[in-house]
């Protein structure tokens, strides 16, 4: 059974930084596209970034987010600087393109 | 970047009936190389984070209801609820995977007329 398991979320001060883990098991990890996918309270849903193999960013985060893994630990992560109010959301990491598997989230709230 | 428009934004379908969701892509994602088009639709319940229901358009993913269906190509799409269940109440969002940045539509909000 594939489980996600996201942690890290929390309350930060704008232009503060927080870095989100994301620890994974049931599925071959490194073989796996992983990606985080954020959503603002009372909102839809947005994708952050994705990690292929090669890396890639939604406009209003690159340059401040940058996303990463560990294989030897079976763990995403995604490192976030300059954190701004409207970072404020729910962060889920998802497997594959098609973000078959989700994990449960954590919050994060950007408020002075 | 492709953005994705979901109507209605919310319907209201008595217990038995059926529930049309339809989802159009500013462009098309279709891919000539495999003729797949790179469309999902989740389920996100109060509380609870999104759930793959469908990908490529039209397969559904293992454990799914059959009561839940996916078509159209190109640019229009279309999710169907042959006959809601209570537990079908939820928000419905179409998801493009075609290419980056990936894009989600709106969101529909089902609920038991």
């Known amino acids: 059974e594939v489980q996600l398991v996201e942690s890290g979320g929390g309350l930060v001060k704008p232009g503060g930084s927080l870095r989100l883990s994301c620890a994974t098991s049931g599925l071959i990890f490194s073989n796996t596209w992983m990606s985080w996918v954020r959503q603002a309270p009372g909102k839809g849903l947005e994708w952050v970034a994705t990690d292929g193999g090669t890396t890639e960013y939604a406009a209003p985060v690159k340059g401040r987010f940058t996303i990463s893994r560990d294989d030897s630990k079976n763990t995403l992560y995604l490192q976030m600087n300059s954190l701004k109010t409207e970072d404020t959301a729910v962060y889920y990491c998802?497997?594959?393109?098609?973000?078959?598997?989700w994990g449960q989230g954590t919050l994060v709230t950007v408020s002075s | 970047d492709i953005v994705m428009t979901q109507s209605p934004d919310s319907l209201a379908v008595s217990l038995g009936e059926r529930a049309t969701i339809n989802c159009k892509s500013s462009?098309?994602?279709?891919?000539?190389?495999?003729?797949?088009?790179?469309l999902a639709w989740y389920q996100q319940k109060p509380g609870q984070p999104p759930k793959l229901l469908i990908h490529w358009a039209s397969t559904r993913k293992s454990g799914v209801p059959d009561r839940f269906s996916g078509s159209g190509s190109g640019t229009d799409f279309t999710l169907t609820i042959t006959s809601l269940q209570a537990e079908d109440v939820a928000v419905y969002y179409c998801h493009q995977y075609y290419t980056t940045p990936r894009t989600f539509g709106q969101g529909t909000k089902v609920e038991i007329k």
């Open positions: 462009q098309s994602v279709l891919s000539n190389s495999n003729n797949k088009n790179y």
């Open positions: 998802t497997t594959n393109n098609i973000a078959d598997y």
